[in-house]
């Protein structure tokens, strides 16, 4: 079959090539793809600045239909429409996997970096990963079911960031902040997008959304109670840490490989509370199915384009150039 694999520790080792089927040892299930979505942590993965274990295929926002079991899993799932959750293995012993937080596990290894991942026709984890569809949600925006996981970790733990009434902005309007914004509004609060004008077409699929958008940092509003940041980017940060209200509390969620100069002053002079997320964990999980079984966020208007495995340089320089707000690489004759 076909995989996206990342060959070498390089920038450029990235390859297209033939591999064999996987198989599903006990425990685990063979899954075909019908979609995998391509996040900054992807980029971040190709250009050597997130940890991976080359040769190995990439790919972790997957979705699709179990076609084999192994030993010890129920046959009559083979046929169910799954997302998948990321880890593939944990030491399940350290303090962290102890206590409900195997994302932290220092020895956790994950499909898409570690194990092979949903960049390939098939791909192979343990079947407690394989979290049903809702039948309502379509086979490629299900891929989209592991970022809005990461979202309910970020906005839901330690405790909920979110309460009625809230003020809300979410800086960064791709895939992320329009789930974040999503969350927060089944959450009582009261969103509002921030782009810049190079996203013109992501602030049209927030304003489709039904959320309030400002075009400009010069537009945010200031003295808001919950900052949501989700872009990842220097400016992004220093601005929420701005404009996040005396005793309100700011959200790290967009994910960036270096260091960046903020203001950490105001956290203490402003009395903020600052909390992030990274990764996903069950808890978590299963908040984001609750809320697609209620149909309380909506994917779909989130994906933008589907390219075929042999076109992934394009569809990853739509990722770079913040083209459309979710980019999915799909096999060859899935829906």
């Given at each position: ?36 979505g391509l996040c900054g942590t992807d980029l971040h993965i190709l250009d050597g600045s997130y940890g991976s274990r080359p040769p190995v295929t990439l790919g972790h926002e997957v979705s699709g239909e ?267 004759g899935t829906p």
């Amino acid at each position: 079959m076909q995989a996206l694999r990342k060959t070498g520790p390089g920038p450029g080792d990235i390859e297209l090539q033939d591999v064999p089927r996987p198989t599903a040892e006990p425990g685990q299930v063979v899954v075909d793809v019908a979609a995998a979505g391509l996040c900054g942590t992807d980029l971040h993965i190709l250009d050597g600045s997130y940890g991976s274990r080359p040769p190995v295929t990439l790919g972790h926002e997957v979705s699709g239909e179990i076609a084999a079991v192994g030993a010890g899993v129920d046959p009559a799932r083979i046929g169910e429409r799954v997302a998948l959750e990321t880890f593939f293995s944990t030491c399940g012993e350290c303090r962290d996997c102890r206590s409900g937080a195997p994302n932290r596990c220092r020895s956790r290894v994950s499909i898409g970096s570690g194990a092979d991942g949903g960049f390939a026709e098939q791909v192979v984890v343990p079947a407690r990963n394989a979290r049903r569809l809702p039948a309502h949600v379509s086979s490629a925006a299900g891929a989209l079911s592991e970022p809005l996981a990461c979202v309910c970790r970020s906005l839901f733990h330690p405790t909920p960031a979110v309460r009625a009434g809230d003020r809300v902005l979410v800086i960064g309007p791709g895939a992320i902040g329009l789930l974040a914004a999503q969350v927060a509004r089944v959450s009582g609060g009261e969103p509002t997008v921030l782009g810049t004008p190079a996203d013109a077409e992501r602030l049209e699929v927030s304003r489709a959304l039904g959320f309030t958008i400002a075009a400009d940092p010069a537009d945010a509003p200031d003295d808001v109670d919950v900052v949501l940041e989700c872009s990842g980017s220097a400016a992004g940060m220093a601005l929420g840490i701005e404009r996040v209200r005396r005793g309100g509390r700011y959200v790290q969620i967009g994910q960036r490989g270096d260091a960046v100069p903020v203001d950490l002053a105001l956290v203490s002079f402003h009395e903020l509370v600052i909390t992030g997320g990274f990764a996903s964990t069950a808890d978590s999980w299963d908040r984001a199915m609750r809320l697609l079984d209620q149909q309380l966020v909506d994917l779909e208007p989130l994906v933008s384009r589907r390219y075929p495995l042999r076109d992934w340089q394009a569809a990853f320089d739509a990722v770079r150039t913040s083209a459309g707000v979710k980019q999915l690489l799909c096999p060859e004759g899935t829906p």
